[in-house]
């Protein structure tokens, strides 16, 4: 992505160039996590502050597995001192996927004049830099600035980049020439290049102030830090990333109570509909009590009164059973007849069981009345059956004849 260039105020604009990158949503979406986000433009705002040479910015980053992200980087120079000289070393640091909780990619950019040297301590030939301060990457407190501050010290102890001179007419060999690497900010291997010649450090007092060929050196004083000032800074940073740790684990742990509270509120709801419905049952049964309350008082009244009305007509041995009910209609006396005399029948038939199995009667006689009491049991029984569809047929009759007449409009 091409950036304009900064302006005065470099920490406002570069922070609200990152807030645009992190905040986006959709394919320009970048692949760090939400609660990162804020640290990682911390980390990049306070690094273009601390060296304006390593402008933040987001490009295309391919894995070495052949995957393609995009991230953020912080890309430029990094200066260092060697002989009492200040010089520029091209280089790029990546934010991986999983920044700040694992440490950043660091790869040096070497044009077509430059090479690495061989055997670097914190070097290899592909440009990847590992240093201890990677190695042993601390989160929340490791930071890039100082990575790069640690990373310009050790250059400048051990310079990584050389400049490659222009052959000579009558070149003489010099073995173990370094084979300068093609500018990538992957960690494949260079392919070799076979033109070996004398070589220095490469400097330059602007970043990618040179295309080719040997540059001038350029001396310059970089002023010392007030130890003060640099206590301070290392204190905010480290207040607010205490400060940051607490407000994301402060919010994990509300994230966990709402969660347990919303699951609280759903039993809850299921609860309330039970015992809605509970109370809706017990309501209708209730009613459905109180009709048949209604039904047993009545009918107590009616017993009263018939008790009452009753009462003192016939005393002791003077009261006969069967007259005390009276059928309704001819139907209900026949009915009651022929259910009399089945039962009757029944019990006839109960009792001759009993006698042929004590001997109390000869097998014949037993078959005899068993023959006779089941023929008029079955013709009492046919007549009952009839007599009870003749009385529903009487009461059809009776309804209709007493429902209301609607004519067709």
Not at 25 to 51: C, M, T
Not at 295 to 311: F, G, I, P, T
């Amino acid at each position: 992505m091409a950036l304009p260039p900064p302006p005065a105020s470099c920490g406002q604009y570069w922070s609200q160039f990152l807030s645009s990158a992190l905040s986006a949503r959709g394919p320009n979406a970048l692949p760090y996590q939400e609660d990162a986000k804020w640290l990682i433009r911390h980390h990049l705002v306070s690094l273009a502050e601390a060296f304006p040479s390593l402008p933040p910015k987001s490009s295309l980053f391919t894995h070495n597995d052949g995957r393609s992200a995009q991230l953020l980087q912080a890309e430029g120079t990094i200066p260092i001192r060697y002989a009492g000289v200040v010089y520029n070393i091209p280089a790029a640091i990546w934010l991986l996927e999983n920044y700040p909780r694992c440490p950043p990619s660091v790869f040096l950019l070497p044009t077509s004049d430059m090479v690495v040297k061989r055997n670097h301590t914190y070097v290899d030939q592909s440009g990847h830099v590992s240093v201890p301060y990677l190695c042993n990457w601390i989160f929340p407190s490791s930071n890039l600035v100082d990575l790069v501050r640690t990373l310009s010290h050790l250059f400048s102890q051990e310079p990584p980049l050389f400049t490659r001179e222009k052959a000579n007419p009558n070149p003489s060999p010099i073995p173990n020439s370094p084979r300068p690497p093609p500018p990538s900010s992957s960690t494949s291997s260079p392919s070799p290049s076979p033109s070996p010649s004398p070589s220095r450090i490469y400097s330059q007092a602007a970043p990618y102030g040179a295309a080719g060929g040997r540059l001038h050196q350029s001396p310059q004083r970089r002023p010392a830090e007030d130890p003060a000032e640099v206590y301070r800074r290392n204190a905010v940073n480290r207040i607010l990333e205490v400060v940051h740790a607490d407000m994301v684990a402060l919010r994990k742990t509300r994230e966990v109570e709402t969660e347990e509270l919303m699951s609280t509120q759903g039993v809850l709801r299921r609860r309330e509909d039970e015992l809605r419905r509970g109370l809706r049952d017990m309501q209708g049964e209730k009613e459905g009590l109180e009709q048949q309350l209604q039904v047993m008082l009545m009918n107590a009244d009616v017993l009263e009164q018939w008790l009452r009305e009753n009462e003192g007509k016939k005393k002791g041995h003077d009261v006969d059973a069967e007259e005390l009910f009276e059928p309704c209609d001819p139907f209900s006396k026949q009915l009651i007849e022929c259910t009399a005399v089945d039962l009757a029948a029944e019990d006839a038939i109960y009792s001759l069981d009993t006698a042929v199995r004590e001997g109390a009667i000869p097998l014949d006689l037993y078959l005899k009345n068993i023959r006779v009491l089941s023929r008029e049991q079955f013709f009492h029984r046919a007549t009952s059956k009839r007599v009870r569809a003749a009385q529903v047929e009487a009461q059809v009759s009776g309804m209709a004849a007493t429902a209301p007449q609607y004519s067709a409009t």
